[in-house]
């Protein structure tokens, strides 16, 4: 265990329970409209259709919705260790293998990648990939999260 109760031989697991995300037209325009993206594609079916997509595109950021989702299954598990109300948000990044779009439903793998000790904290990093119906790679998102100790 951890000085935050993190346990820290959860590195390695990997968790595949979360149910497919259904991408929805509604979802991607609330998320640009609570990021500030004003790309027409990310509201207009036709725009998005003369940019040659089948829908409205996802901001890039969308594939933190997805993950942080999928990251709930090793965070609400109580073998985690994770305390929730400790824990603070420490870093996001994100690789896109191409845009996510509405009317998909995407699939997720998270995946423990690192546990490490500083200073009474425990920082959890874990990488959500994100899938298609066919198994194809849509986007990674690594997020590291900060989980302070009891008596911080």
Same mark, same amino acid.
């Given at each position: 265990? &951890? @000085?935050?109760?993190?346990?820290? &031989?959860? @590195?390695?697991?990997?968790?595949?329970?979360?149910?497919?995300? /259904? $991408?929805?037209?509604?979802?991607?325009?609330?998320?640009?409209?609570?990021?500030?993206?004003?790309?027409?594609?990310?509201?207009?079916?036709?725009?998005?259709?003369?940019?040659?997509?089948?829908? $409205?595109?996802? !901001?890039?950021?969308?594939?933190?919705?997805? +993950?942080?989702?999928?990251?709930?299954?090793?965070?609400?598990? !109580?073998? &985690?260790?994770? *305390?929730?109300?400790? $824990?603070?948000?420490?870093?996001? +990044?994100?690789?896109?293998?191409? !845009?996510?779009? +509405?009317? /998909?439903?995407?699939?997720? +793998?998270?995946? $423990? *990648?690192?546990?490490?000790?500083?200073?009474?904290?425990?920082?959890?990093?874990?990488? %959500?990939?994100? %899938?298609? *119906?066919?198994? &194809?790679?849509?986007?990674? @998102?690594?997020?590291?999260?900060?989980?302070?100790?009891?008596?911080?």
């Amino acid at each position: 265990m &951890s @000085v935050s109760g993190v346990d820290l &031989s959860r @590195v390695g697991s990997v968790f595949t329970g979360t149910p497919a995300h /259904e $991408v929805t037209r509604r979802a991607v325009v609330a998320f640009a409209d609570a990021t500030g993206a004003s790309s027409p594609i990310h509201r207009d079916p036709a725009a998005a259709r003369a940019a040659g997509f089948p829908d $409205v595109v996802a !901001p890039v950021t969308f594939a933190v919705v997805i +993950a942080q989702e999928a990251e709930s299954e090793y965070i609400a598990d !109580p073998a &985690s260790g994770v *305390d929730f109300s400790r $824990v603070v948000h420490a870093d996001e +990044a994100f690789t896109h293998h191409r !845009p996510i779009v +509405a009317g /998909e439903s995407l699939t997720t +793998a998270v995946h $423990v *990648d690192a546990i490490t000790e500083r200073r009474g904290l425990t920082l959890v990093t874990t990488r %959500t990939e994100i %899938t298609d *119906d066919a198994g &194809s790679p849509v986007a990674s @998102v690594v997020s590291t999260l900060a989980v302070r100790g009891a008596d911080a």
